[in-house]
Structures are given as structure tokens and as C-alpha cells.
């Protein structure tokens, strides 16, 4: 039995070997073929504290994509004030929150994000809290968040954006297989 154990063992690490694991690029690569559509979505947790949220028409449009960078504003009713912007750094992928007044001006809680920490699938990202975010979470009271994990989901023809922490599980859902029109462009864009 451990002859046909060990004569199994190259087979299996030829079928895992790196050149065919999925990487952050190939999520990269598969947001940028969405590049200039945009898509409605709707709050698929079921938290009470996301009722504001869930009764609002969510849009997203990935609207600007660069060979390292992808911009997706996060309309959510008439509110255009945030946008997701996902860069690719090496072999990782770094999710930051734009937030933004309607004048342009950037809100006090801003920038925040993370950078993933290794491959997951080549449809899902996980993004954990960085020392930026916790020390501006920290500074603005919101100290509950420090703990935030995002994650960005592609698959199935869907596209799910969630919030996880203790205590905590947001999640917005944005059907891919029909494109709507292009919103207005999110506050503070030139």
C-alpha cells in the first residue's frame, strides 16, 4: 500500500505545481475585462444594520482600469461617494476605500483597506486590515473595525463584495450577466 502511496506523490505535486495556482493576477485580469460596464447589485447579508443599504439601488462600474490599477465606483442610490480601488502590487493585490464628499473633498475615513496575504482561488480575494486602516480606524473611534476583513468574489457570473469582522458579515451581490447603463461619474473624479 505505501508502494502505490509514493508512485501517487509526483502526480500530486505536479498537479499543484505554482506555474498552475491561481494567482492574484488571474482575479486582476478577470476584473479588467469588465473594465467600462457597470452592473446592479443588492445587499445579500441579512444584518439589520444594513437596511439603509438594502433599500437602495447598488450600482458598480468598473470605470477606470490601468495595467496595475482598477477603479470600480459604488453608487449606492444617489450616493456616488465611494469607489473600490484594487492595485496590483507584485504578486499581491491591495484593496483601499476612496471616499469622498460631493464637493470632492475627501472624507476623515479614507484610504482605508488591506493587502492580501497569499493566493486564495483565482476568483477570491481576502483582504485584511492594514496598519494604515487600524491606526485611522483607532484615531476616528471606530475601533471595531480594526479587525475588518473585505473580500471581492468573482464567479458564477457574479460579483460579491463583503465586510467580515466578529460580530459582523456585510455583503453586496452585483449580477455580470447584465450590464446597465454607466452611471455619473463618482464625486471628486475629474
Not at 80 to 94: A, N, P, Q, Y
Not at 125 to 147: K, N, Y
Amino acid at each position: 500500500m505505501q508502494k502505490v502511496w509514493l508512485a501517487a506523490l509526483p502526480v500530486a505535486l505536479v498537479a499543484c505545481s505554482p506555474a498552475e495556482q491561481p494567482t492574484e493576477s488571474t482575479l486582476f485580469a478577470s476584473l479588467s475585462e469588465l473594465c467600462g460596464q457597470a452592473f446592479e447589485g443588492r445587499v445579500v447579508s441579512d444584518d439589520p444594520r444594513d437596511a439603509d443599504w438594502a433599500a437602495e439601488t447598488l450600482v458598480m462600474h468598473v470605470r477606470t482600469c490601468t495595467e496595475d490599477q482598477i477603479r470600480i465606483p459604488l453608487h449606492v442610490g444617489d450616493d456616488r461617494s465611494r469607489t473600490w480601488v484594487i492595485t496590483r502590487m507584485g504578486d499581491r493585490l491591495e484593496l483601499k476605500h476612496d471616499h469622498r464628499h460631493e464637493d470632492g473633498s475627501e472624507d476623515v475615513v479614507t484610504q482605508y483597506g488591506g493587502t492580501t496575504h497569499s493566493v486564495l482561488t483565482a476568483s477570491r480575494a481576502e483582504f485584511p486590515a492594514d496598519p494604515f486602516s487600524r491606526t485611522l480606524f483607532d484615531r476616528e473611534g471606530i475601533a471595531v473595525s480594526m479587525s475588518n476583513v473585505w473580500s471581492i468574489t468573482l464567479e458564477d457570473g457574479r460579483f460579491t463584495y463583503a465586510l467580515d469582522r466578529p460580530d459582523r458579515h456585510f455583503a453586496a451581490e452585483f449580477d455580470l450577466t447584465e450590464p446597465v447603463d454607466a452611471p455619473p461619474p463618482p464625486w471628486g473624479s475629474q
